[in-house]
């Protein structure tokens, strides 16, 4: 069992629909990443959370250290936030070690 | 400065050959971080440097792979004998550590080198 999972693997909506995807840990934690990859390999950080909820623009993070869980929350999808999402979570036993989900692949249809 | 950069971004090479990728970090972040993705998976943690000390290797990581970052800047990561299983993605990131496991700061990934082993 990974210690990182997302949930969906594969995701398709209707621009303009509002986007969750999921996020579950089973390892102890000091911060949690999401973390955007379009086609041809670039990653962009969306967010890093320790605690609690960022938005940025119509991005929302939120996480809840108790459950283990994170979600990510995309609204008025738009075609242009097609990309791969993936959670990474960085560790407490080992030092700054980040663990990689395998990502949500989204697809926004227009 | 603008961000990271890797070079190349693409290597085609024959099984059994050297491989070398050179990662130029943000200027003034301490810690670099090298990772590995294959197709349709999430990045794998390889190895990463605070200044110019190596502080953790994955188990991937054979002793065909070496990674250096001697003056703490640029890192290089070879790949010697390559076999067709490299073949992959490999991500360079950094960031600033300024001390104490919470106060890493956000990662700033460069576009990869794709290694193809023919």
């Known amino acids: 069992k990974n210690e990182v999972e997302q949930s969906p693997q594969n995701l398709t909506a209707q621009e303009g629909e509002f986007i969750t995807i999921n996020c579950s840990y089973s390892?102890?934690?000091?911060?949690l990443h999401w973390l955007q990859q379009h086609p041809g390999g670039g990653i962009v950080s969306l967010f890093m959370l320790s605690s609690g909820k960022k938005k940025h623009g119509r991005l929302i993070a939120t996480i809840n250290i108790q459950e283990k869980h994170s979600s990510l929350h995309i609204t008025a999808s738009h075609p242009r936030d097609s990309a791969v999402y993936i959670c990474a979570v960085r560790l407490w036993e080992y030092g700054n070690k980040l663990v990689f989900g395998a990502g949500t692949i989204l697809r926004v249809k227009s | 400065d603008t961000g990271v950069s890797q070079d190349p971004r693409h290597k085609i090479t024959k099984r059994g050959q050297n491989v070398t990728f050179r990662c130029d970090p943000i200027?003034?972040?301490?810690?670099l971080y090298w990772y590995r993705q294959t197709l349709g998976q999430g990045p794998e943690f390889l190895t990463y440097?605070?200044?110019?000390?190596?502080?953790?290797k994955s188990r991937l990581l054979s002793d065909r792979f070496s990674a250096e970052r001697p003056k703490g800047s640029f890192s290089t990561l070879e790949i010697q004998r390559t076999e067709q299983g490299d073949s992959a993605m490999y991500l360079c990131?950094?960031?600033?550590?300024?001390?104490?496991?919470?106060?890493?700061?956000?990662?700033?990934f460069g576009e990869g080198s794709r290694l193809t082993v023919l």
């Open positions: 990131a950094s960031s600033l550590y300024s001390g104490g496991g919470s106060r890493t700061g956000e990662l700033f």
């Open positions: 390892v102890g934690i000091s911060a």
């Open positions: 440097f605070q200044n110019e000390a190596q502080l953790e």
């Open positions: 200027s003034e972040h301490n810690r």
